[in-house]
Structure formats: structure tokens, C-alpha cells
């Protein structure tokens, strides 16, 4: 993985599996590497994985189960509020930087819109 100095790592590795869950790439039940295995295989201090783990379980994400090791445990519901939520992020820095190019709300929504006829071939491009 490679990390972003802008944003803590713990950060980083909690959004990590918040994308793999929220794409479907992980399930309710499945397990993912220990605290030390991803520590080892980042390289980065076990204290901040140790945090991001924390966290994760807070947040319904994950549990970790003394002696077997961390498993996922968000449900289905908890996978599609993921993905809200990091479309919502996408979406304000999608509106953000068109916005800062000089773009007004409706010029946006036809951009959107030519874009995804587009991308069904209604429109030549």
C-alpha cells in the first residue's frame, strides 16, 4: 500500500477496507490479515494498525475474535451506507473542483449528462 502523507495512515488503512467493502470485495465473515501480518506487510509501526483495527471495530466494521483473528461483520446495510458515504465525499470534491474551473451548477448537469450518454454511445464522440 502505498500511503499519503497528507492524511494519517491509520486513516488511510480504515478507508482501505471501507472501498473493499463498500465495492463488495469483502464479506461478512471474512478475514483479514492480523494486526502484525499487516503491519509487516505495509511496514508501518503495529501501533497504527492496532489503531486502525480499533477503530474499524467502533465503527461495525470488523471484530476481532481472540486466538482465530479479525473478521468483517459489517452487514449489507452498513456496506451500502459505506458507499454513500464515499460517494458523497467523491461527489463534493467532483463539485468543488468544477466549481473552481468557472463551471455553474447547470453547465455541470449537462456535462453529466453528455458524459453518460456518451459512455452509452448515444452520443459520437
Not at 502505498?2 to 463498500?22: E, G, H, N, V
Not at 461483520?73 to 458507499?83: G, S, V
Request: no cysteine; net charge negative.
Amino acid at each position: 500500500m502505498d500511503f499519503d502523507s497528507s492524511q494519517p495512515i491509520y486513516r488511510q488503512i480504515i478507508d482501505f477496507y471501507k472501498r473493499k467493502l463498500a465495492r463488495g470485495e469483502l464479506s461478512p465473515g471474512d478475514r483479514i490479515p492480523s494486526q502484525r501480518e499487516y503491519a509487516e506487510r505495509a511496514q508501518v509501526n503495529p501501533n497504527t494498525v492496532q489503531r486502525a483495527y480499533r477503530e474499524m471495530e467502533m465503527m461495525q466494521m470488523v471484530e476481532t475474535i481472540r486466538g482465530q483473528g479479525t473478521f468483517i461483520t459489517a452487514t449489507e446495510k452498513k456496506q451500502r451506507d459505506l458507499q454513500t458515504e464515499m460517494a458523497g465525499q467523491i461527489m463534493d470534491r467532483f463539485i468543488y473542483d468544477m466549481r473552481s474551473l468557472g463551471f455553474r451548477d447547470q453547465e455541470l448537469i449537462g456535462l453529466i449528462d453528455l458524459h453518460l450518454a456518451s459512455e452509452k454511445g448515444d452520443v459520437e464522440k
